[in-house]
Each structure stands twice: as C-alpha cells, then as structure tokens.
C-alpha cells in the first residue's frame, strides 16, 4: 500500500511558477512507477507527466513539454512537478499516482486506469 499526499498548489498569476510535491509513505517507490494528473471543472483527468522508477524516462503531454519538469528522489520517496510558465488553462486539480510495484525501473505509463494509489489533489490555480 503506497499513501500519497501532494502539497505545493495555490494561486499564481499567468506566467509563474510552481513546484508541486508529492510525498509516498507505506512503501518505498523505487519500484513504482509515478505520474501527475490533472482535472479541471467539467472535464475529464488528464494526463501531465510520468517518470520511471529509476528517474531516467519521462513523459510528458504535449500541453506541458517544454515547461513542466517532473522529477524523484527515491530516498526521500518524494516526486515533484515543476511547473513553469504557467497559463490559465493549467488551471486544475493536480494529483499524484503511483503504479507497481514493477521489477523494470525504465518505463512510464501515461494512462490514468494503469495507476492503482492516488492522492487527495492539490488545486493550482493561474489567472489572467
């Protein structure tokens, strides 16, 4: 059982930054594939990014490559989510999962029914 809590949202005007944080407990996740999702109001989860166990593959949705940056640190069983230049349709509740345990470390998932733990969310807010 992997529990995961986010922290880091908040209100930021167009053109800012956050660093979301997504901390594990319950299992270490070396072995666990990662991702953040997000959901805005009357839409559909969407995918933002995933990272591999071992911190070496990521992914990224086209709305975000460029300007969010996920990283880990098994050792502190933490993920982040550094996103910049932000725009107000990144407006959204943003939420970490957490998929495996896998013996391969090198690849990411990109489909939110592959992730079987998620956290409570965090709202990002960015206005215009």
């Known amino acids: 059982q992997v529990d995961l809590v986010e922290s880091g949202g908040g209100l930021v005007q167009a053109g800012g930054f956050l660093r979301l944080s997504c901390a594990a407990s319950?299992?270490?996740?070396?072995?666990?594939?990662m991702g953040w999702f997000r959901q805005a109001p009357g839409k559909e989860r969407q995918f933002v990014a995933s990272?591999?166990?071992?911190?070496?593959?990521?992914s990224y949705a086209d709305s975000v490559k460029g300007r969010f940056t996920i990283s880990r640190d098994n050792t502190e069983n933490t993920v982040w989510l550094q996103m910049n230049s932000l725009k107000p349709e990144d407006t959204a509740v943003y939420s970490c999962?957490?998929?495996?345990?896998?013996?391969?470390?090198?690849?990411?998932?990109?489909?939110?029914?592959?992730?079987?733990?998620w956290g409570q969310g965090t709202q990002v807010t960015v206005s215009s």
């Open positions: 990272i591999a166990g071992s911190g070496g593959t990521t």
């Open positions: 999962a957490a998929a495996g345990p896998f013996h391969s470390r090198s690849f990411t998932l990109v489909d939110a029914h592959s992730y079987q733990h």
């Open positions: 319950g299992d270490t996740v070396r072995s666990y594939v």
